[in-house]
């Protein structure tokens, strides 16, 4: 693509710039707001330092070398993408990367072999995002494509759940790693005791990586809804349809563990802000965003309480990822002082 | 596709190369996805088409000036459908567990659009020289785009090469058990096939249009 592509062919005669960075500009008024993507994509990392921090406390070594193997994957995995398409390797510094590398090891079981989490990146980037044209194309979130192959890809390794560090001790004696079930199999399974709402909270529970601490989720997600990088509504969404869902089946039928068990648990929280407020795959329309919000949130109560597998959190993402064109299609809003707008 | 002057040779080098018809015109996409979990049933699923394949382009080259045209793709699927009826028949009774392994996919081969397509475009219109050599070259690329796919597919999902030998399989490659944990599950699974596909095909394509780039300069 390094010379002018013939895509832009009907673009030349209106005057547009040439070449892969022309773009259309919507009407006035413009306003420059100084963000960038960089900026945003930033602000995310900074958002996510509680959870590695919460990681690093928890996990130790683990949370260290499963970010630095996702992200290095990511990076080269992107490098390779622009290299073939003949782009420049400018999207490698936006940051984009950096954050779906994150992201995915977030969400992987402490304990998986560094190697397997390398491939989970490759494809986050290759099969999820460059193939659909680079950043804002792709249809599903990269980070839980890569997550979602290698779960299909190693469903054995991707069930260890180790407990962390600060619980692994036998008697008196502290051991390299224990595994035990995640407070979401515990629900599953009747005879596993259920840990109590402050260790769910904090993260004293199995789990993957960044998600275990709802504590840190909030910290860093609240920072971002703060610093308007995150938007509130799909976040909301999400967790009251949870809340609501969690509470009235449990109040149906009390097996099932109650709405703040539910909230605080598996990656609830760190899929409402840092997941389901990806750019890209949700819709852009306000009231889409709070429609997102709510079918992911009552996806994942359906997979929790109904479906084979313990967490749901990534299925919900993908499927909705999917509804998203449909969803945009629906909500178009009325400019101001317009006709409604004809869907489509 | 059938030029008038292109040799017999060009002829059978477009069906494994320039034209590929799993990489590059996609056709008989339903055993390519279903089939190529092992090599071996992808070698053994090609030889069947390639066997149809060429009988059926034989047999209508040769019946050509009789047929007409407007039963001739009666005639095709007749013809065909013996073929295949024969393959299966011939792989139910020589080599059962891989028969049982392809399962509905043999008795398929008679929708195979690869083979009509060839028929309809080569044999009804060419010698027999020139149809043997299409069907060969057809069967060959067939054969070895799904031997791509089912030697990847394998290796990575079942960390073993399998080469089909009559009653029993010989192994050509077998990973340590310590690659059990490791195993690309996914491979072996339907997704497998659709991401090998398409990242094959991809690499076929950069290839080709390399090469049509490198020519034009």
């Known amino acids: 693509m390094s010379e002018a592509p013939t895509v832009t062919q009907e673009n030349a005669n209106a005057e547009q710039p040439q070449g892969p960075r022309s773009f259309l500009v919507s009407s006035a008024p413009h306003l420059a707001s100084g963000t960038s993507t960089r900026c945003i994509m930033f602000q995310v990392v900074l958002g996510l330092v509680p959870l590695w921090l919460a990681a690093l406390y928890f996990y130790r070594l683990d949370a260290l070398i499963l970010p630095l193997v996702t992200v290095a994957a990511c990076l080269i995995a992107e490098a390779v993408a622009n290299a073939m398409r003949g782009r420049d390797q400018r999207s490698l510094t936006d940051g984009s990367a950096i954050v779906t590398g994150l992201i995915l090891a977030f969400s992987l079981p402490p304990d998986l072999n560094p190697y397997m989490a390398f491939i989970g990146g490759v494809v986050s980037i290759a099969l999820a995002k460059a193939i659909f044209g680079g950043l804002g194309q792709n249809l599903f979130n990269p980070a839980m494509v890569g997550r979602a192959f290698l779960m299909i890809c190693f469903p054995a390794a991707m069930g260890i759940w180790t407990e962390p560090v600060t619980l692994a001790r036998i008697g008196d004696t502290a051991v390299d790693g224990v595994t035990m079930a995640t407070p979401l199999g515990a629900a599953m399974d009747p005879s596993v005791l259920i840990p109590s709402l402050w260790d769910l909270f904090c993260g004293r529970v199995g789990g993957s990586l960044g998600e275990t601490s709802a504590l840190a989720v909030l910290i860093g997600g609240l920072f971002l809804v703060f610093r308007r990088v995150a938007d509130w509504r799909p976040v909301l969404g999400m967790l009251a349809t949870a809340f609501v869902y969690a509470a009235i089946a449990h109040r149906i039928n009390p097996e099932f563990e109650g709405p703040m068990f539910h909230l605080f648990a598996g990656s609830m929280m760190f899929g409402a802000f840092f997941i389901a407020t990806d750019y890209v795959g949700a819709p852009i329309t306000p009231v889409g965003r709070i429609l997102f919000g709510i079918g992911v949130g009552g996806l994942v109560m359906t997979i929790r309480l109904f479906g084979a597998y313990p967490e749901g959190v990534m299925f919900a993402i993908l499927i909705m990822n999917a509804l998203t064109p449909l969803i945009e299609r629906w909500t178009v809003p009325t400019p101001f002082g317009g006709h409604v707008a004809a869907a489509g | ?217």
């Open chain 2, 1 to 217: 596709m059938a030029e008038e002057n292109g040799s017999n040779f060009r002829q059978f080098r477009d069906g494994v190369i320039g034209n590929n018809p799993v990489l590059v015109q996609l056709l008989g996409m339903c055993p390519t996805l279903a089939v190529t979990n092992t090599l071996e049933n992808a070698l053994v699923m090609g030889a069947a088409v390639t066997f149809v394949l060429v009988m059926s382009n034989l047999v209508t080259s040769l019946l050509r000036h009789q047929i007409k045209p407007h039963v001739r793709i009666l005639v095709f699927t007749l013809t065909i459908a013996t073929f295949v009826t024969i393959a299966d028949l011939v792989l139910k009774a020589n080599m059962y567990e891989v028969s049982k392994k392809l399962g509905p996919f043999v008795p398929l081969i008679i929708v195979n659009c690869i083979i009509i397509c060839r028929a309809e475009v080569v044999a009804i219109k060419n010698g027999l020289a020139r149809s043997l050599a299409d069907a060969f070259g057809m069967g060959l690329g067939f054969t070895t785009a799904l031997s791509i796919l089912g030697a990847i597919r394998e290796i990575l999902g079942s960390g073993s090469l399998t080469l089909p030998g009559g009653a029993t399989s010989l192994k050509l490659v077998q990973l340590p058990a310590a690659f059990e944990p490791h195993a690309w599950i996914i491979m072996v699974l339907p997704p497998g096939a659709f991401l090998t596909l398409g990242v094959v095909i991809g690499i076929v394509n950069q290839l080709r249009y390399r090469k049509v780039k490198g020519g034009a300069a």
